[in-house]
């Protein structure tokens, strides 16, 4: 029993950097309409600038503050210089991000080199609760966590920049003749995002070493996670993380292990067929932003 | 003063056609390296770079190479494969056969070294790979001449004597660490090809010395590694052996301390060197291998020695640093045998030397030698990390087994 409770506490803490790196996506794909499979490199850039600032003599918690803004920077770059060219053919900004998240992979080599980073852990403590072993860093992660998805979610559904940024992806042109500045919404939408793949970026490599090959992999599952919930939709990633997540944490403890990523992913298709709006539904996609 | 110019211009034509040609009296001995300088192999693929520099710049500056009674000096030919097996092809087809290398030295993976060796063998032209599952394809026909590996030779040992020497180090070292005589290991591997190949002798290794082996593959691309630990908590193991992947055994190993699975544990492709670098510190025993000697404990001075200019040079300090020491010293068999041949375009008569050939290299105390199968055989280094220090090594060097344990087919 202590080990099955052991294995969902486990399952909470995958689920956590994979919702939010599935909450960047989402909004990011779904809200936006660009399809940026660079993120999981701009949340490898994340880690790489908390490891730097780490080894630099900087706070863990600094250093993260640090990464968001310079991720959130580089987001803000990648949007006005590249993706705002692509916003009419999605398909063009798509390809354009694949060759961007190549591009920072040798970036970073180069700046960094190619060898796996990682940094102490900043808590290091281990809780023992009713025989399960609860590491506190990962405790942090899912408080972070459940902080970034409450203000995200309530920023869109209950702010006044919230409802300008859904009536934008409803009736764009409508929305523009309204006085919203769409555009600036998308590059918005954009940052906020990049911000986030910072903030996971800092968590996951307080947990985990990162490569610059790191973000091709999460990448992945970030996708899987905005298109199980619904595109665009928040409490969707989140949904989609927590299943992703109790799909690996029991496959790996109790199926084939080699197989987990393979069960993870089975899961996302089927939902997809049964439900392809996600399972919270949500936008379409990548359409022409006007 | 229309002569006087006339007369300086030839002076200074013939001087110019002197200088050049005392310049080429040291001819070019062409050597290709295709090794991953980008993409997800980039940390084992820079380490033969780095050897293969390394080597060129000592051979070089000590004169060159005397065959036949001209004196060659290395020019490498570096291709970067971007860890992609067409690309790979491409650069061995361009070494080959526009720029006429005479031997090249890579790659870091099994697939890509028997694609070009394809390539090589059709053009006479040697090749230096150092992968252990070659050992798969390395047999009597295939390197009879006339054979498609007859010019291939694998600079890594036979895997069953790999895992033989690792597991009898490991076992040495960890066992009068721990309360009671482990019975229990469990083998912890990336479910990939290279780690399928190398965990199948390694578990027949361990049972050689009496272990009870189970085996639990995770996929290769894995960073959170807590429910598989979890899983293998459950098992009870002694011993929990993280194998092949020096990357992943990183990631996962800080993982299993905190979840406490297991009372002891071994990291293969971990340097000591790397161990105290991130400061990682175990109440449990830890043992620790390189592949297949470590810079952060150098066994011996021509190990410490090397791994000074290796480092001087500019290469990295990596999990992997060590694997550019199953490129190095080819280098000095290869000249040795031109050398002993007489003729670059021989290699035939190359290929024999070698094979005949005792070399006292880096990697190993006991001379080098290749087997009939192109072969190399040498032991592999394993330390032991003295519990709740992250600094304190004790190092054994266990000879490979004499043959294959039972139920291991070889290779």
Redesign the interface.
């Known amino acids: 029993m202590q ?1 099955f409770i ?2 969902l506490v ?2 909470l ?2 689920a956590s ?1 994979t919702i939010l790196i599935g909450i960047g996506i989402t909004l990011i794909f779904g809200l936006a309409g660009i399809v940026n499979f660079a993120h999981g490199e701009f949340l490898m850039v994340g880690g790489m600038i908390t490891w730097f600032l780490v080894n630099s003599g900087v706070n863990f918690f600094v250093a993260l503050a640090g990464a968001m803004i310079f991720v959130g920077a580089l987001g803000f770059v990648a949007e006005r210089g590249l993706f705002r060219f692509t916003l009419d053919r999605p398909m063009n900004g798509f390809i354009m991000s694949i060759g961007l998240s190549v591009i920072l992979q ?1 970036l970073v ?1 180069r700046v960094f ?4 980073k ?1 940094i ?2 900043p808590v290091g403590k ?1 809780w023992l609760i009713g025989g399960v ?1 609860v ?1 506190a860093m990962r405790a942090i992660v899912v408080g972070l966590t459940a902080v970034v998805v409450a203000i995200t979610y309530f920023g869109i559904s209950r702010s006044r920049y919230g409802m300008a940024l859904r009536a934008s992806i409803a009736d764009p042109d409508t929305a523009a003749l309204m006085g919203i500045p769409v555009r600036r919404y998308v590059t918005g939408v954009f940052v906020y995002g990049s911000v986030l793949a910072g903030l996971g970026g800092a968590l ?1 490599i307080a ?3 990162i ?4 973000g091709s ?2 990448i992945i599952r970030g996708f899987a996670v905005s298109l199980i919930g619904g595109l665009g939709n928040v409490g969707g990633a989140v949904v989609g993380g927590l299943i992703l997540g109790l799909v ?7 199926g084939l ?6 069960y993870a992913l089975v899961v996302m298709i089927v939902i997809l067929i049964v439900r392809p709006q996600g399972l919270l539904g949500g936008t379409l996609g990548p359409r022409a932003t006007g | 003063m229309r002569n006087l110019i006339w007369s300086a211009t030839l002076a200074t034509g013939a001087l110019v056609a002197l200088s050049t040609h005392l310049v080429r009296a040291d001819e070019e001995l062409k050597i290709g390296v295709v090794a991953a300088e ?1 993409g ?1 192999f ?2 084992a693929g ?1 380490t033969i770079v780095a050897a293969a520099n390394l080597a060129t710049k000592q051979i070089n500056e000590a004169g060159g190479i005397k065959i036949g009674g001209k004196t060659y000096k290395i020019k490498l030919y570096i291709r970067d494969n971007r860890t992609d097996v067409n690309v790979t092809i491409a650069a061995a087809r361009e070494l080959v056969d526009d720029i006429g290398v005479k031997a090249i030295w890579g790659t870091e993976t099994h697939d890509f070294s028997v694609s070009m060796a394809k390539i090589t063998a059709a053009a006479k032209v040697l090749q230096f790979s150092g992968n252990s599952s070659l050992g798969a394809v390395l047999d009597d026909k295939s390197v009879a001449p006339g054979g498609w590996l007859h010019y291939t030779f694998q600079t890594e040992p036979q895997e069953w004597q790999r895992s033989g020497s690792t597991a009898k180090g490991v076992l040495t070292l960890l066992t009068p660490l721990m309360p009671h005589p482990p019975k229990h290991s469990i083998v912890f591997v990336g ?1 990939d090809a290279t780690g399928q190949y190398l965990s199948s002798h390694y578990v027949k290794a361990l049972e050689a010395e009496g272990q009870q082996v189970d085996l ?4 290769p ?4 590694f ?3 630990l ?2 293998i ?2 098992m009870n193991p002694d011993i929990v052996h993280f194998w092949y992947n020096g ?1 992943s055994t ?2 996962a190993f ?2 299993a301390l ?3 699975v297991a009372p002891a544990y071994f990291l293969f492709g971990v340097d000591p060197g790397i161990y105290q670098e ?2 990682l510190k175990s109440d449990k025993p830890v043992a620790l291998s390189c592949v297949p000697v470590c810079w952060g404990a150098a066994p011996n001075p021509a190990v410490q020695d090397y791994f000074k200019k290796y480092f001087e040079l500019g290469a ?4 992997q640093s060590s694997v550019s020491l199953l490129y190095y010293d080819y280098f000095f068999m290869y000249a040795k045998a031109l050398e002993e041949v007489g003729s670059l375009d021989n290699p035939d008569a190359v290929v024999d030397a070698i094979l005949k050939m005792k070399y006292q290299g880096v990697v190993s105390p006991v001379p080098l030698t290749f087997n009939p199968h192109h072969q190399v055989t040498f032991a592999t280094e394993v330390s032991a990390v003295q519990p709740g220090t992250s600094d304190q090594f004790k190092a054994a060097v266990e000879q490979p087994p004499a043959a294959p344990p039972p139920g291991d087919p070889g290779g």
């Open positions: 080990i052991q294995q486990n399952s803490s995958v950097v040798h080599i080199n190619e060898v796996q990682t102490p852990d281990v072993d590491i996951m947990l985990f070493p490569t610059p090959f790191t992999v999460v690996d944490g029991l496959s790996a403890g109790y292990p080699e197989w987990t990523d393979a | 980008s997800s980039v940390s820079n479910n639990v593959k995770y996929p691309d894995t960073t959170d807590s429910p598989l979890t899983r908590k459950g990357d990183l990631t800080p993982q905190k979840l406490d991130r400061q990295a300090k990596g999990p």
